[in-house]
């Protein structure tokens, strides 16, 4: 299991873990800069996050494995998937904009109306505050949560690794005319679960990700839910991603 930019794996899957486990053996790694993770090395890419990934799991002997990864742990899921064809066996990805082109990434960014890196790395309350608006449609229940909360979440997790979680960001958007040219077909069966209320990115890219990966990819949409579908509808979530990987 494979954590987006905000937060770490703690939360993220907090209603997940459960449920799923009752299943499947789950790892659910901090990603470098995450949590107490870290190196000392200049990469920044996903590339790079997925072979940490895949030599951490080799070191546990865990020869066989799939992947589900949300957002920003999509893109790095999917690196994984592709390097690791022997080992990796399904592949979940969510609210991912892997494959995305210079002109959609532009369109997203415009369309935030600010610096990307002041949301996904946020400095003040008011800045996490609208993170989770725009990330969560059920968002309702968040006009209860006080300043102080979410100031001190940031005071214990926002400022570890700023500079560095910065730098993943500027990574992420980097121009690439290539992107979606080059991006590889992956081997596996894949599934691209997406809520049709995603405001950061769009549910038509699911369907260019399908196109992309052909017959064995295949979209699951929820209804009602945001760009954190795992946070609006988990249940729906979970029983999605049982019926695929067992299945």
């Known amino acids: 299991m494979i954590h987006g930019k905000c937060g770490d794996s703690r939360w993220q899957f907090m209603y997940q873990v459960g449920y799923l486990s009752r299943r499947f053996d789950l790892y659910i790694p901090d990603l470098l800069f995450f949590g107490k993770s870290y190196t000392t090395r200049k990469e920044r890419s996903e590339a790079f996050q997925a072979k940490c990934l895949a030599e951490g799991l080799r070191k546990l002997g865990v020869d066989r494995f799939s992947i589900y990864g949300i957002s920003y742990g999509g893109y790095v899921g999917y690196h994984l998937a592709h390097m690791s064809p022997d080992r990796v066996e399904k592949v979940v990805l969510m609210s991912t904009g892997v494959g995305c082109n210079d002109d959609q990434k532009d369109e997203m960014v415009a369309k935030l109306g600010r610096d990307p890196k002041e949301l996904l790395v946020p400095r003040t309350s008011d800045d996490l505050r609208e993170l989770m608006y725009k990330s969560v449609y059920k968002s309702n229940y968040m006009k209860l949560i006080p300043d102080s909360f979410l100031q001190d979440y940031l005071n214990d997790i926002g400022s570890i690794h ?30 691209l679960i997406w809520g049709n209320k995603d405001y950061v990115f769009p549910m038509n890219l699911a369907y260019q990700l399908q196109r992309h990966l052909g017959s064995k990819a295949r979209v699951a949409i929820v209804k009602d839910a945001g760009h954190a579908v795992n946070m609006d509808s988990p249940d729906q979530v979970n029983r999605l991603i049982i019926s695929f990987i067992l299945g």
Request: no cysteine; hydrophobic share 40%; proline share 3%.
């Open 162 to 191: 700023r500079k560095e979680k910065m730098e993943l960001v500027d990574h992420l958007l980097a121009k690439n005319s290539d992107a979606g040219r080059n991006l590889p077909v992956l081997a596996q069966d894949t599934l």
